[in-house]
């Protein structure tokens, strides 16, 4: 969907992206702390690659598109986010 200023359900603005990667950045130092996950980097070899999807267990309304996508690149500029509906 498009708003009168232009902007779509897709986009940030500099103040929404600066808000979220600050809010982005503390939940990872919460949840990952200085030493990464310790589960994860016990039973995981170190180079293994990986794969995730995010699934909706019954139909709704997607929203954060650009969020999620600015998580995955925090997390490593690896990562590669591919959404399959719009937001």
């Known amino acids: 969907a498009a708003y009168p200023d232009g902007m779509t359900t897709s986009t940030l603005t500099s103040a929404e992206a600066d808000a979220a990667d600050a809010l982005i950045a503390l939940a990872l130092a919460e949840d990952l702390g200085t030493g990464g996950d310790r589960t994860s980097l016990s039973t995981i070899p170190e180079n293994t690659p990986g794969r995730a999807a995010f699934v909706a267990r ?7 598109l650009p969020v ?4 995955c690149a925090a997390v490593s500029s690896t990562l590669v986010f591919k959404p399959a509906v719009a937001d």
């Open 58 to 64: 019954s139909a709704g309304v997607v929203a954060g």
């Open 68 to 71: 999620a996508a600015r998580v």
